[in-house]
């Protein structure tokens, strides 16, 4: 079974892409704030996270280049969700290994294609 790891600090949000892809047969589980990351890293490491870049204490780009620095998400593909249409304006989304973006409010066919298009 895939392992996605969804990190949004809206909780409504996080529970509904979990429920979304249990639907589709895709283990999932979501992390509402970065500090989160490090616990739930703990056990087996996620095929592909969803990222919501504008978390609290980090901002578009800058705060997904700290999450991926060295750090627990480094070396995973990384969809970026986001209500922010400018949130990676400058940023070289292929350094940061995002894979695609999301464009909140999205679409669950939009969400679903993504993710098994990126898990196959």
């Given at each position: 079974?895939?392992r996605?790891l969804?990190?949004?600090d809206d909780?409504s949000?996080a529970q509904?892409v979990?429920?979304?892809?249990?639907?589709e047969?895709i283990?999932?589980?979501a992390?509402?704030?970065?500090?989160?990351?490090?616990?739930?890293?703990?056990?087996?490491r996620?095929?592909?996270?969803?990222?919501?870049?504008?978390?609290?204490?980090?901002?578009?780009g800058?705060?997904?280049?700290?999450?991926?620095?060295?750090g627990?998400?480094?070396g995973?593909?990384?969809?970026v969700?986001?209500?922010?249409?400018?949130?990676l304006?400058?940023?070289?989304?292929?350094?940061?290994?995002?894979a695609a973006c999301l464009?909140k409010p999205?679409?669950?066919?939009?969400l679903?294609?993504?993710v098994s298009?990126?898990?196959?």
């Amino acid at each position: 079974m895939s392992r996605v790891l969804i990190v949004d600090d809206d909780v409504s949000i996080a529970q509904m892409v979990v429920a979304v892809l249990a639907d589709e047969g895709i283990a999932a589980r979501a992390v509402t704030h970065a500090s989160d990351l490090d616990a739930a890293m703990s056990g087996q490491r996620p095929e592909l996270v969803l990222l919501d870049v504008n978390m609290p204490g980090a901002r578009g780009g800058d705060g997904l280049a700290w999450l991926r620095r060295g750090g627990p998400l480094a070396g995973i593909p990384a969809v970026v969700m986001t209500g922010d249409p400018d949130a990676l304006v400058g940023q070289d989304a292929s350094k940061l290994g995002i894979a695609a973006c999301l464009l909140k409010p999205f679409e669950i066919e939009d969400l679903v294609a993504i993710v098994s298009k990126l898990l196959s």
